[in-house]
């Protein structure tokens, strides 16, 4: 089971079909131009899998040639970014994560509260709902309750695909990038689970699958989803969940 809550925001017209297990995967290249082309920035992102690399002004010089004369620019800061080719094929499903922190004494996204049924419970923070339904204004909310059986379904139907899940991880592109060189060199597609924080907001989980294919987008059908997926009015439903502490569990509202 995943240590939180799964949600899928889709439009209004998508919901039957993802409730019927469709999951639909699009090419990393695609959400690269969406910005690169001046559209939707909250889609698309230009540095979609780039590696990032902090430059500094005392070490590194920044120039541009302008009619064939090269200029120096000063800055106090500044990033380049590499990428590699290949990423623009590998093909992404996203959904929105709320980590569970643990039951620690203060809480990232849950706060504590009492249930009168079990006791103490942990329910998520109202401005984490609140954000979210800012974000994702005009989409409809699917709920993934059982995150566990989810997954086991996804896996079966892809034992001979080759992919990696996880939630991203945000960082400021004028600081510390999350991944080390080894990371990076290891595998370069670990740069597709870190994200500008600019994005934040998303609580972004990915589903990343290999495409040797080079196919612009990719669906699979894992069977029926209504047992363990809900689709909810709004997010503010979920202001009605609550994790056990005793037995760190989901609850449905």
Request: with cysteine; proline share 4%; hydrophobic share 35%.
């Amino acid at each position: 089971m995943m240590n939180g809550w799964l949600i899928k925001f889709l439009r209004p017209e998508h919901v039957s079909e993802f409730l019927d297990g469709s999951l639909f995967f699009m090419n990393t290249g695609f959400f690269i131009d969406l910005e690169k082309n001046g559209q939707n920035k909250g889609i698309g992102d230009k540095y979609e899998g780039s590696l990032f690399k902090l430059l500094d002004p005392k070490k590194n010089i920044i120039q541009i040639e302008i009619e064939g004369e090269c200029l120096t620019l000063p800055f106090e800061r500044a990033f380049s970014t590499e990428s590699r080719e290949g990423i623009r094929s590998l093909l992404l499903n996203c959904f929105t994560f709320i980590k569970f922190d643990g039951f620690t004494e203060d809480f990232n996204n849950f706060y504590l509260d009492y249930h009168e049924d079990i006791g103490h419970a942990c329910k998520v923070k109202p401005n984490i709902l609140d954000s979210l339904e800012k974000e994702f204004e005009g989409r409809i909310p699917v709920w993934i309750h059982n995150s566990k059986l989810f997954m086991e379904r996804f896996e079966a139907e892809t034992e001979n695909i080759r992919y990696r899940h996880g939630p991203v991880v945000y960082f400021d592109e004028f600081s510390d990038y999350p991944l080390s060189l080894e990371e990076v060199k290891k595998d370069f597609a670990n740069t597709l689970f870190c994200k500008r924080k600019f994005y934040e907001n998303q609580r972004e989980y990915r589903i990343i699958l290999k495409n040797p294919k080079e196919l612009d987008n990719f669906k699979i059908n894992i069977g029926d989803l209504r047992d363990c997926a809900k689709p909810l009015e709004s997010v503010q439903d979920l202001r009605g969940a609550f994790w056990s502490i005793e037995q760190t569990e989901e609850h449905s509202v």
